[in-house]
């Protein structure tokens, strides 16, 4: 698990997707528990800080849906290595992770001369 | 939300009583300070070192710290023997930068210079008076 | 042949970059009350600083991660959000009161106020961050901050007593005015030790692609540069001792600094007086901004790079744009350059243990740095600047309340 804890994340065409920011567990009876996915968004890492700032991300959430990021999951079989970065075999673009980065790119930075 | 507020009136009661508790020695230092700063001021605009639009910025500033130490000095925090002198130095401080302000924005040298032999003078006056202070 | 040529660079850039805003007046405080007796605190700034930015060149150059990915990485967001918020708060008044220090320099040499430079000055930068790309950014404007060399000469003409020179290399205590000796020794340290300038060290190294072959230019940069700049602002030290303490000028208004140069130099003093003040200013403008930009970025996972088009890094572009464009209205809102100057010093030596503290856990993890982990000479050394910080921090609160103005 903290092989995986916030490292960083690229897609399959090597894009920073982000950082891994809280592990899934699965529970097994019986067994130990085990990653089965990991998360990217700012809530997931909220949660890790401090019940109180988590309680604050998810109402910012809900209040402001559009400034708030959404939680992306990658489950583990779609990772490919674990390394220095994390790759993963599917395409970062779509996902809530970058949904901002895109939105400013299109929607702001485009627009200032010289980007 | 109530200790909060006790936090911060401890912070800020230290501070208070720090920023308002100027001793007269240090601002009579200051102005000392100020006296030297015309007199290099007047010096070196008399040569053209320095531009007109600055050395007439830092004067105006000089007047106005000045007069904060005029305003800051009470009667009651100098000693007898100095309670008439301190506020005449610092008086006649106020009018030597008027005096040097005027002879910039009239561009006359002679005055500039006569102007840095009084900051000269009261400089080393308020040197004294600080000597005094620090004795008491 | 490259390898002579880089390291030149890399010393050039150092010294321009070394001077700025805070190591300027702090340096000038100190000479005009103190005349030489706190040249050791820029000696021991000096030391700490060359101490980080070799660290943090060496972490980049063996594991091609920032300080700011090494942070997160190593220590979880846990811990990483303590030095991103102290981080980002503290350089933030430094950024402002860099922008006032330009804003400042023209005030002087035009007449009018600062705080109508200020938004201007905040654009120039955003525009040279937008436009340009690292190796602009970093070499440009120290190039041209080699006119800072100004202080050297002038130094040197007024023929100071070197051995008194000398002997203020080593600690002594005051034998005037104690809690402001501290006060000045602890702000030349926070003046010294720019948490911005080692971060934004590791992420340049990382931008232009240095490697384990790079390691020794890495150590020439960082102790010769760095060794210069010291230099730099020992020299504005000595200048202020043997100008402005005889004459028992003291700076209560930052554009008194204005008189350092003319009774040596001249008109041609002041001109380069005003000069070095903006160049230096501006250049650690562009930087802080950029080196506040890189932490968030880095910590949380976004593109971040000043060589690839805004475009391509739109969290990161965005995040400087209105870092710098906001320490812009600071300024324009009129705050006292001198006394935010003096305060975000103050506030920097406090803050310093939140980042100097992790280095020496970087810099020994085996399975981070390998063979390259600390000696223990580094290691003895980062020690006592770890001690120094935690000693600063305990003593910063009551030094502001004693000894600031």
């Known amino acids: 698990m903290h092989d995986l804890l916030d490292k960083v994340v690229l897609d399959e065409g090597r894009r920073n997707v982000g950082r891994v920011d809280g592990v899934v567990l699965e529970l097994r009876p019986g067994a130990a528990p085990v990653v089965s996915a990991f998360e990217i968004g700012g809530r997931v890492w909220a949660r890790r800080l401090h019940g109180r700032i ?40 779509p996902t809530p992770a970058l949904a901002w980065e895109n939105w400013l790119r299109e929607h702001v930075i485009s627009r200032i001369p010289g980007a | 939300m109530k200790r909060c507020r006790r936090v911060i009136g401890w912070i800020t009661l230290p501070l208070l009583i720090a920023c ?15 006296a030297a700063t015309t007199r290099e001021l007047a ?17 105006d500033a000089g007047r106005r710290e000045v007069q904060k130490v005029a305003q800051s000095l009470k009667p009651s925090d100098l000693p007898e023997t100095l309670r008439a002198r301190v506020p005449a130095a610092v008086g006649r401080l106020d009018s030597v930068i008027a005096s040097t302000a005027s002879a910039v924005q009239r561009g006359d040298a002679v005055a500039l210079g006569a102007a840095a032999a009084d900051a000269n003078a009261l400089g080393d006056t308020l040197r004294i008076l600080r000597a005094a202070l620090r004795v008491k | 042949m490259k390898r002579i040529l880089d390291l030149t660079l890399g010393i050039v850039t150092s010294i321009g970059g070394f001077l700025e805003a805070g190591s300027i007046i702090t340096a000038v405080q100190a000479g005009a009350v103190f005349g030489y007796k706190l040249l050791w605190t820029i000696a021991l700034g000096t030391l700490g600083l060359m101490l980080l930015v070799e660290q943090s060149g060496r972490l980049a150059a063996v594991t091609g991660r920032t300080v700011g990915d090494a942070l997160r990485e190593r220590f979880g967001i846990n ?34 106020s600062f705080q109508w430079w200020a938004m201007p000055v905040a654009f120039a930068g955003w525009f040279l961050l937008w436009k340009g790309n690292f190796g602009v950014v970093e070499k440009g404007s120290s190039l041209l901050g080699l006119v800072t060399i100004v202080f050297i000469v002038a ?48 992420s340049g190294a990382v931008e232009d692609g240095w490697g384990t072959d790079d390691l020794s230019t890495n150590k020439a940069t960082a102790v010769i540069g760095m060794s210069f700049g010291g230099v730099l602002s020992a020299a504005v030290l000595i200048i202020a001792a043997l100008v402005f303490l005889p004459r028992g000028i003291q700076v209560d208004r930052y554009e008194q600094a204005g008189l350092l140069l ?3 130099l001249g008109h041609t003093g002041f001109v380069l007086f005003l000069a070095s003040l903006g160049i230096a200013c501006f250049g650690a403008t562009t930087e802080i901004t950029l080196a506040m930009a890189y932490l968030l970025a880095q910590g949380l996972g976004w593109d971040w790079s000043e060589n690839a088009k805004p475009k391509q890094n739109a969290r990161f572009s965005l995040m ?70 935690i000693v600063v921090l305990f003593s910063a609160v009551p030094l502001q309340i004693l000894g600031g103005s």
């Open chain 1, 54 to 93: 988590a309680r604050w991300a998810v109402a910012f959430g809900r209040r402001w849906p559009a400034l708030g990021n959404g939680v992306t999951r990658f489950a583990m079989r779609d990772v490919r290595t674990i390394g220095i970065t994390v790759s993963v075999k599917r395409d970062g673009r």
């Open chain 3, 262 to 264: 003319p009774p040596v």
């Open chain 2, 20 to 34: 308002g508790g100027n001793d007269p020695s240090a601002q009579v230092e200051r102005a000392g300070s100020w």
């Open chain 3, 79 to 112: 811990f990483f959000i303590i030095p991103l918020v102290t981080g980002l708060l503290v350089s933030f008044l430094v950024l402002a009161s860099e922008i006032g220090g330009v804003s400042l320099a023209l005030q002087m040499a035009t007449g009018i």
């Open chain 3, 155 to 202: 130094a040197l003409k007024l023929h100071p007593d070197w051995g008194r020179v000398g002997a203020g290399l080593l600690p002594t205590s005051p034998d005037h005015d104690g809690p402001r000796y501290w006060y000045l020794a602890v702000s030349i340290i926070g003046a010294s030790i720019s948490p911005y300038l080692y971060m934004f060290y590791s």
């Open chain 2, 43 to 59: 010096i070196e605009r008399r040569v053209g070192a320095i531009g007109r639009a600055y050395t007439s910025d830092m004067l």
């Open chain 3, 320 to 389: 400087y744009t209105v870092t710098i464009l906001l320490a812009g209205v600071v300024m324009a809102a009129g705050i006292d350059p001198l006394k935010l100057t003096n305060f975000s010093m103050m506030l920097t030596a406090a803050s310093l243990p939140v980042t100097v503290i992790p280095m020496f856990v970087l810099m020994n993890d085996e399975a981070l740095v390998g063979e390259h982990r600390n000696r223990w000479f580094s290691n003895a050394a980062l020690g006592v600047l770890s001690i120094v910080t």
